[in-house]
């Protein structure tokens, strides 16, 4: 009996992982395209960390390095209750509309339509989350 890979709860975080840091990189690109040269590696990594331009980000930073640290444990299994949970915060953190009017969201919603790297990004991280989503 084989088993489906995609099936596996840790394949599972470790794809959706893959999709956001994807997401995430593509915002940066954009926000530091915006802000100008941020100088050397060292200087970018300073601002992504403490500069106000991208502290909208941050909100995606901590999901990723949640998401690493959930991998990291090796106490604890993942299993399809932490996929789920995971999904369910990522869809919670970049659900667009009325419902959702903090300075995340009028930025992410701005990226959005300034980006078509970004809407790609974004489709693709919704592509992933509606595979994870539990069937009805």
């Excluded at 995430?24 to 802000?35: I, N, P």
């Excluded at 050397?40 to 995606?60: D, G, K, V």
């Excluded at 369910?88 to 667009?96: D, G, T």
């Excluded at 300034?114 to 509606?130: D, I, P, W």
């Amino acid at each position: 009996m084989t088993t489906d890979p995609q099936a596996d709860p840790r394949t599972q975080l470790k794809s959706l992982s893959s999709v956001l840091r994807k997401l995430h990189k593509t915002l940066v690109d954009l926000e530091t395209e915006r802000f100008g040269n941020p100088g050397n590696a060292f200087e970018h990594l300073q601002l992504l960390t403490t500069h106000p331009q991208f502290a909208w980000l941050r909100q995606i930073s901590e999901m990723m390095v949640e998401i690493d640290e959930r991998l990291d444990d090796k106490e604890e299994p993942v299993n399809a209750a932490t996929v789920e949970n995971y999904r369910k915060a990522i869809e919670s953190q970049l659900a667009l509309g009325p419902e959702n009017s903090s300075e995340f969201h009028q930025k992410y919603l701005d990226a959005l339509q300034e980006s078509t790297q970004v809407a790609m990004a974004h489709g693709e991280l919704r592509h992933r989350l509606s595979q994870l989503a539990p069937s009805a």
